[in-house]
Antibody
Framework: QVQLVESGGGLVKPGGSLRLSCAAS????????MSWIRQAPGKGLEWVSY????????YYADSVKGRFTISRDNAKNSLYLQMNSLRAEDTAVYYC????????????????????WGQGTMVTVSS | DIVMTQTPLSSPVTLGQPASISCRSS???????????LSWLQQRPGQPPRLLIY???NRFSGVPDRFSGSGAGTDFTLKISRVEAEDVGVYYC?????????FGGGTKVEIK
């Protein structure tokens, strides 16, 4: 079955680093765009980052730009999020999600929705 | 950034009765391609979000037909025709018309 499993969360001190992973199965990972979304404790959802199927197109939320790096390894069916210079406000459950896209033409895609979500991994930034 | 505003914050509903959630965007969600990339997600307690509706009114695979979406431009609605116990949770709207992708603050559906 289609599945996304995140790992790598934990407790880290402010200014520290953490690398999250998302293992995909049940679908052809290399065909899909992927994204990270986070949810602070008791709060709503915040989109973090997005990567195209080849890795050539990447976007970040302003709140993480310059500190977080999204990447993927299609041979390993895996998505990653390298998080540096972590702050208390980065404390959240981090979800990876598969992106539904619409092809406008062979060169241009549009994001439609997030159709498959992982269970999430908790990141706590605290001294 | 496009701001998504949901109302109400909370919706106590009697089992078997309808529920309605509103989502308003700070600017039109009509994309240059003519589509409107507004989706709805459900998050049951302790669970990750789950896609219910995409492009305003298209039910995702496996979603019961008691869920329906409607709207246009800046105003959208999710309706549950007859609420069941398993529908308890928080519902989010999300726009994907423009980066950054943004979510509404959520509406909690609970049973009276």
């Amino acid at each position: 079955q289609v599945q996304l499993v995140e790992s790598g969360g934990g407790l880290v001190k402010p200014g520290g680093s953490l690398r999250l992973s998302c293992a995909a199965s049940g679908f052809t990972f290399s065909d899909y765009y992927m994204s990270w979304i986070r949810q602070a404790p008791g709060k709503g959802l915040e989109w973090v980052s997005y990567i195209s199927s080849s890795g050539s197109t990447i976007y970040y939320a302003d709140s993480v730009k310059g500190r977080f790096t999204i990447s993927r390894d299609n041979a390993k069916n895996s998505l990653y999020l390298q998080m540096n210079s972590l702050r208390a406000e980065d404390t959240a459950v981090y979800y990876c999600a598969r992106v539904r896209i619409v092809w406008l033409n062979p060169m241009i895609v549009v994001v439609d929705a997030f159709d498959i979500w992982g269970q999430g991994t908790m990141v706590t930034v605290s001294s | 950034d496009i701001v998504m505003t949901q109302t109400p914050l909370s919706s106590p509903v009697t089992l078997g009765q309808p529920a309605s959630i509103s989502c308003r965007s700070s600017q039109s969600l009509v994309h240059s391609d003519g589509n409107t990339y507004l989706s709805w997600l459900q998050q049951r307690p302790g669970q990750p979000p789950r896609l219910l509706i995409y492009k305003i009114s298209n039910r995702f695979s496996g979603v019961p037909d008691r869920f329906s979406g409607s709207g246009a431009g800046t105003d959208f609605t999710l309706k549950i025709s007859r609420v069941e116990a398993e529908d308890v949770g928080v519902y989010y709207c999300m726009q994907a018309t423009q980066f950054p992708l943004t979510f509404g603050g959520g509406t909690k559906v609970e049973i009276k």
